[in-house]
């Protein structure tokens, strides 16, 4: 069975930052690709940024040079460095997985990020 759990959110204000992370326990199974996704109110879910488990990453266009996705794949974490946040950014983070030889997509529970002053 596989379980990601995301941390680090909370209330921060505008030009501030916030990290996140997510701890995956797979029963031993390799994690493929890992991604953030976020979900602000009203609003269909999408991709923030993603990272292959050999450390290529992508970014959506407006999170580029703003957010730092990485990993740690000997602790089967990954973490969203955000910086310079604006109240746009608000939203429900998820983490997302592939994992196993069949890439099964698993998903975190979300975490809150509010921005506003």
């Known amino acids: 069975q596989v379980q990601l759990v995301e941390s680090g959110g909370g209330l921060v204000q505008p030009g501030g930052s916030v990290k996140l992370s997510c701890a995956a326990s797979?029963?031993?199974?390799?994690?493929?690709?890992m991604a953030w996704y976020r979900q602000a109110p009203g609003k269909q879910r999408e991709l923030v940024a993603s990272?292959?488990?050999?450390?290529?990453?992508y970014y959506e266009n407006s999170m580029k040079g703003r957010f730092t996705i990485s990993r740690d794949n000997a602790k089967n974490m990954m973490y969203l460095q955000m910086n310079s946040l604006e109240p746009e950014d608000t939203a429900v983070y998820y983490c997302n997985a592939r994992v196993g030889p069949w890439s099964r997509e698993s998903w975190g529970q979300g975490i809150q990020v509010t921005v506003s002053s």
């Open positions: 797979t029963s031993g199974l390799i994690i493929n690709t």
């Open positions: 990272i292959t488990r050999s450390g290529s990453t």
